[in-house]
């Protein structure tokens, strides 16, 4: 059964850093694109970095310069690295897996909390 | 970037009835389009891909349709577990962008 469990969220000050992780079970993470996919409170949907499976990472223009996707293929985890941290990075942060057919997201994982404030 | 524009932001249908969702592409994304649905405090699960093709699980009263820039899902009777907010997601170009969302609430 394939699953996905963040950790890593909590209360920051802005220009803080945080590292959200995301372990995976059930599949292998090198294996496939891996994205973060944040959710401000009471908004919609928004994408925010995938690495793909050769290791190629991209990211969302309103986060590129301050955050970085990684992945650690022997502990099968997904990593976001947040620096400079702004009161608008204040979100639920889900990560999602990208089957090998499609670029959309077949699996998420249960979201973690960060919210940016002095 | 590619703008996805979801029509009605609120949609409130009795149970039974059918739901029509609609999901507008700025520029044609050919057939590469998921639908999600979301409830209160959880993660988004996928319904559609491919604009047509139901996921794993999801009951055939979920179907989806269009191609280029005009996008349906539609429920074909309602149940009571159906509301909601779904999401509409096109996979055609980068960045990956979502519509804001219709939420589906039970009459």
């Known amino acids: 059964e394939v699953q996905l469990v963040e950790t890593g969220g909590g209360l920051i000050q802005p220009g803080g850093s945080l590292r959200l992780s995301c372990a995976a079970s059930?599949?292998?993470?090198?294996?496939?694109?891996m994205s973060w996919v944040r959710q401000a409170p009471g908004k919609g949907l928004e994408w925010v970095s995938v690495?793909?499976?050769?290791?190629?990472?991209y990211c969302a223009d309103s986060v590129k310069g301050r955050f970085t996707i990684s992945r650690d293929n022997s502990k099968n985890t997904l990593y976001l690295q947040m620096n400079s941290l702004r009161a608008e990075d204040t979100a639920v942060y889900y990560c999602?897996?990208?089957?090998?057919?499609?670029?959309?997201?077949?699996?998420w994982g249960q979201g973690t909390l960060v919210t940016v404030s002095s | 970037e590619i703008v996805m524009t979801q029509s009605p932001a609120t949609l409130s249908v009795s149970p039974g009835e059918r739901a029509t969702l609609s999901c507008r592409a700025s520029?044609?994304?050919?057939?590469?389009l998921a639908w999600y649905q979301q409830k209160p405090g959880q993660a988004p699960r996928l319904l559609i891909y491919?604009?047509?093709t139901r996921a794993t699980g999801i009951p055939a009263r979920f179907s989806g349709s269009g191609s280029g820039t005009e996008f349906t899902l539609t429920i074909s009777s309602l149940q009571s577990e159906d509301f909601g907010v779904y999401y509409c997601?096109?996979?055609?170009?980068?960045?990956?962008?979502f519509g804001q969302g219709t939420k589906v609430e039970i009459k």
């Open positions: 059930g599949f292998t993470v090198s294996n496939n694109y």
């Open positions: 690495v793909y499976s050769g290791g190629s990472t």
């Open positions: 997601q096109q996979y055609n170009n980068w960045p990956r962008t």
């Open positions: 520029q044609s994304i050919s057939s590469n």
């Open positions: 491919g604009a047509s």
């Open positions: 999602a897996r990208e089957p090998s057919e499609g670029n959309y997201f077949d699996y």
